[in-house]
């Protein structure tokens, strides 16, 4: 029996186990290569990563340390009795070695497979090597496998009073893109159940759990969700606060860690979480672009079809939109600048960004055309007319009220003016540099800092004219930010109008 | 600039950096997903994965931390000023991709993948789904450029005045087969140059350097082991020793971890080091069988073209014998036993295990009959010649004197006779099951531990009789093996003889 010690280590999904080189329960283990061990003495075992130490610092022999991942999942305090083993490879690897070998897998080795990632038995490497087996090659039925296996049986939310439960997702990639907090009223105020699950960033300046986590509470648990929701039609929730989908989150960052992006993956991985979510009808948006996550239209029709026909196995309505990704939504890049963004359209100010407007009022109109009541095409005429009518301010605020209202951060006051070094038209916008230096002014740390975008396509420019601003609250990041800015703003200037 | 500290964690080939979370150079990072940073300030820049902590004792706000590993790849003292920097992902990361697309990739491709695997750009998860990728499919010339980008261009040993230098590789997973050991100063003794490079037991009983090691030292460097074969004709070194072929220690602990071994890569992997050591003709033994590496003949006769194929193209003359790889080769499994067998063999003792002097003979005679002067078929006689006069131990004890006798380690003390339940006949003995319970007796951590097989297939036994005897030195490691052994000793016996 060891002693549980916390190592105030993060190492972002993995679990670790570190063990003393003098502990005794170390010589049982075949140690000269990567071992993963199990650890007893909580309601479930828990894997981890074996590193070992010779620093009595970190864990001394009779200790058992685990980083600050693996300690939270064991649930004991320090000091209580847990004993170790070297933990056998799961035999659902097994069926990761078919793939790799180009078999068909059944539902139930799916299963098996994602039933073993969510309880951490899995290494970050074999997790890797079962995305890059999935990626060469996947029918549809397995694609629909791995989908029903990431939602899991028991952990979903149902919906036992409500026909129709809708919402509007989109794949990402795109900056500033925050229409879901316009959509949400929209849709709720017209009486439609939307329970938004909603990211936080992980590689991108903000999520929509962040923006919304600047206006209200978003975190809470699906009984609540489900208060909410019956109550006022619509909720915004970040989707970690939730119990679903559990093995999403490790798929997640290996896929991004690694950049093993495929579409049999990122179908599945979307409609799992609505499937879980309990979602009947679905919106789904993917922009395209050359700097979009899809970038061209062949690519996003074949990405259309698959997620139509999973959607239809799993009697999901899915209507696939694809729309225009070619550079950043509204003004705002970072939290704080989004939230006053989705603010400035629901109160129908003049100075709200008219891109963000029209792209809401469209995406929200397309769910409302999910209601067999409503005549083809006046889906947009009415999302106009909640949101002009402050129908849909007034949901949001109910919303935000419910959901408990945030002291909100506040906006980063080291500001930077990047101007144009020509006259000319705004020619594009680099979606991936503006995330890049928007990264680095501190936005996927810090809710304050971010990039106001003043110059969008199009626009006319004179030189020394400012085209974005810089906001950071910490003067590192903001160093940062400056650094990067003056190698490539992002913005291409064409010296004459096109126009 | 931050200050340099070790942190004493071993992780087992993965780079590790560790920073406080209060660090300002942490503020410029995406650390939300897993990160891989690069650190400047010695020789080279060192990559690292990067986990951080808000323990002081760790690591304080302006110091980084650094693993055992990554430490010693960055030869600087604790308190040298550093600097770190998020490390992009290479770009040769994109053709990792391509192949996961099913791509054919060029010969540069291989090259810049490898150097950047060597360098430890690339984190453990990109190492294992380039395995995968390459696992659905390879061309034999993508084998042959990987081979080459392998063994790289530089770090080769070269043989100027060596027309002939031969080896024998086996490609592994039969417990107590040291036969390389008897055929190498049988090989030298007759004059050709024979530099046996041979590894440390990974999750083996033990590897031939560690047999060898009981005996001699095995630690030198190419200069060394090229003045060693021309004054001797043979030198048996730890590969680890020389700095050939950085990438393919990686490599192999990635694929024994994740358990991705396909033909492809045991090829590549085998010849790229044969190449790197400037092996001109080559024995290589495949051991067929059903607890073995390779469980068909059809597995091995694949195996043998594939190799043979890459082999011509690289100017490597091979030999691939398939042998009986049913059961353990000789009593002895673990370095002291092992070693024990090797002078028995080569002092021609009357209790030699005859399968280990038969086998060596018989591959000693294929690697001489790679001279153009033997007549067909004189290999074997010849070999058991120089064996039988005496010539080779002669000649062992040569390569022990010019390389360094070691102090041997002493034979385990803590014993057990593990016993027949039934009167009967051997009928098999399972390798992974013998390997298991002398690891779990602390043979792959200590050259003294290990199992001495007194009986092998085909011996009768009398109910009560020893099967074989387990020898620990350490009490912890004799009790695991005494648990596990109660189970499943590995040995069937049929009750009555088939002879």
């Not at 679990?15 to 007893?40: L, P, Q």
């Not at 340390?65 to 939270?72: F, I, R």
């Not at 939602?151 to 809708?166: I, K, S, T, Y």
């Not at 650094?483 to 200037?493: P, R, T």
Request: net charge negative; with cysteine.
């Amino acid at each position: 029996m060891l002693s549980l010690k916390k190592v105030s280590v993060q190492s972002f999904e993995d679990n670790i186990a570190y063990i003393h080189k003098s502990c005794t329960g170390y010589r049982a283990f075949d140690v000269k290569t990567i071992t993963r061990i199990e650890i007893h003495g909580g309601i479930q075992p828990v894997y981890a990563s074996l590193h070992i130490t010779e620093d009595i610092n970190i864990v001394k022999p009779d200790e058992l340390g685990l980083n600050s991942e693996a300690y939270e999942k064991l649930g004991l305090p320090e000091g209580a009795n847990v004993s170790i083993a070297q933990s056998p490879q799961p035999p659902s690897v097994e069926s990761v070695k078919r793939k790799m070998e180009g078999s068909i897998l059944s539902a139930g080795e799916y299963t098996a497979v994602i039933n073993d990632i969510s309880s951490n038995r899995y290494s970050m490497m074999e997790v890797a090597s079962f995305l890059v087996a999935c990626g060469s090659f996947m029918t549809a039925q397995e694609i629909l496998s791995l989908t029903e296996a990431i939602a899991g049986e028991n952990e979903r939310v149902f919906w036992d009073n409500e026909e129709m439960v809708v919402d509007h997702h989109c794949i990402g990639g795109i900056p500033g893109n925050k229409v879901d907090l316009i959509i949400a009223p929209i849709v709720a105020a017209y009486g439609m159940a939307i329970p938004k699950t909603a990211a936080r960033s992980i590689t991108s300046c903000s999520g929509v759990a962040d923006v919304m986590g600047v206006l209200a509470n978003v975190d809470f648990n699906e009984t609540k969700l489900k208060q909410l929701v019956t109550e006022n039609r619509g909720a915004i929730v970040c989707k970690d606060s939730l119990s679903i989908a559990p093995a999403s989150k490790i798929l997640s960052t290996v896929e991004r860690s690694v950049g093993v992006i495929n579409q049999q993956h990122v179908a599945a991985s979307i409609l799992a979480l609505k499937l879980a979510t309990g979602i009947t009808h679905l919106v789904l948006d993917v922009p395209v672009g050359p700097k979009a996550r899809i970038k061209s239209m062949p690519e996003a029709m074949r990405l259309r079809k698959l997620i139509e026909y999973v959607g239809d196995m799993l009697s999901i309505e899915v209507d696939v939109v694809v729309t225009d990704g070619s550079e950043p939504i509204g003004s705002g890049v970072g939290a704080v600048l989004e939230a006053r963004d989705v603010m400035r359209v629901l109160r129908c100010k003049d100075n709200a960004p008219q891109d963000l407007r029209e792209k809401s009022l469209f995406l929200a109109g397309r769910l409302l055309e999910f209601d067999p009541n409503l005549r083809g095409g006046q889906g947009y005429h009415i999302a106009k007319d909640i949101l002009d009518s402050g129908k849909a301010l007034e949901m949001m605020n109910k919303i935000i009220y419910s959901q408990g209202r945030e002291a909100p951060p506040v906006l980063g006051q080291l500001t930077r003016d990047v101007v144009a070094n020509t006259t000319g038209v705004v020619e594009a916008i680099d979606n991936n540099r503006i995330m890049r230096i928007g990264v680095l002014a501190g936005a996927s740390q810090d809710r304050g800092a971010g990039l106001d975008l003043i110059k969008k396509v199009g626009d006319s420019v004179e030189q020394g004219e400012t085209l974005f601003r810089i906001h950071s609250t910490n003067p590192t990041d903001f160093a940062f930010a400056n650094g990067v800015v003056e190698g490539y703003s992002g913005y291409e200037i064409s010296p004459r109008s096109h126009y």
